[in-house]
């Protein structure tokens, strides 16, 4: 499937402020039809509708703990923060998501300009086929985002203020000159081991844990002993910016990206090529890149 749009099963996160769990299920139900279910006492869903069960849940302190910690701790308490969590859906209807985006626009959801409190993400969850789950392919993939996450991370899109909140940090520039190394063609052992060794958190903009989790559970486990870990076959891009109160991000757009780093990490001539001659970061850019780390 890598490569490969259409029918593809792809997820969607969609994380924001001021709307409430209630109302985000409102808000899909009337999109999308189905049956709302309060789950608990921060958690609904909306079951039965055309895609299967979407997942809605209400973060009180917008960390995923219940608690504000570190810097949101040294300047109060974080707001509400829901997630609206689509089943996987066909990628060639991704737009209909993108209308559920402005219908939660109308009811006042805030993106990542909205206030330094209100850290506001999107994620992508593309699904991968059995045939899929190589260490060349899955390493391939990597090495094509690692390649051009300066260009979709970089280029203005990135908020300042979103920018400030531990929400998505980058890989460590020691890992990403690991992965790039054009000699570097690891088994699924090495491959998992490093990655866990340089990222033992489920906070990077392309979260291997999900899918390392389906292949070798107990050694993620073991590393990264979260709860909210879900094994599952499919890449996690996470973004750090659904501005909602600007004309929003188009899901549909982002998936397109997405699509341009597989299909680069299918082209093993050019991408072996760009790995031979690739510029690595000036000292400044590392100083600068460690500081968020």
Not at 24 to 37: K, L, N, Q, W
Not at 45 to 67: H, L, P, Q
Not at 203 to 224: E, G, K, Q, Y
């Amino acid at each position: 499937m890598i490569g490969r749009g259409g029918a593809r099963p792809v997820g969607v996160e969609i994380e924001l402020g001021r709307v409430d769990s209630a109302g985000a299920a409102t808000a899909v139900h009337r999109r999308f039809g189905g049956t709302i279910r309060i789950d608990g006492p921060h958690r609904m869903s909306v079951r039965g509708t055309e895609f299967g069960n979407f997942r809605i849940e209400c973060d009180e302190a917008g960390n995923g703990t219940g608690k504000s910690t570190g810097f949101l701790a040294s300047i109060g308490s974080a707001p509400a923060r829901t997630e609206a969590a689509t089943p996987p859906m066909p990628a060639n209807r991704l737009s209909e998501i993108d209308v559920l985006v402005h219908d939660l626009g109308r009811l006042g959801a805030q993106g990542s300009r909205a206030g330094l409190l209100n850290g506001i993400g999107l994620h992508l969850n593309p699904s991968l086929a059995p045939a899929d789950l190589t260490p060349g392919a899955i390493l391939r993939v990597m090495q094509a985002y690692l390649m051009q996450s300066p260009v979709l991370h970089g280029s203005g899109d990135s908020d300042p203020t979103g920018s400030q909140l531990p929400i998505v940090d980058p890989f460590p520039v020691h890992y990403v000159d690991h992965v790039l190394d054009p000699a570097y063609a690891p088994g699924f052992e090495t491959l998992i081991a490093d990655y866990l060794l340089f990222n033992p958190t489920r906070n990077r903009p392309l979260d291997m844990l999900p899918l390392f989790s389906l292949i070798d559970r107990p050694r993620v486990s073991r590393a990264v002993p979260d709860p909210r870990i879900s094994a599952r076959p499919s890449f996690r891009w996470r973004l750090p910016n659904a501005e909602f109160e600007i004309p929003p991000r188009s899901v549909a757009g982002r998936w397109t990206q997405w699509l341009r780093i597989e299909t680069a990490s299918l082209d093993t001539d050019d991408l072996a090529a760009r790995l031979a001659h690739r510029t690595r970061p000036t000292a400044a850019e590392q100083q600068r890149l460690a500081v968020r780390n």
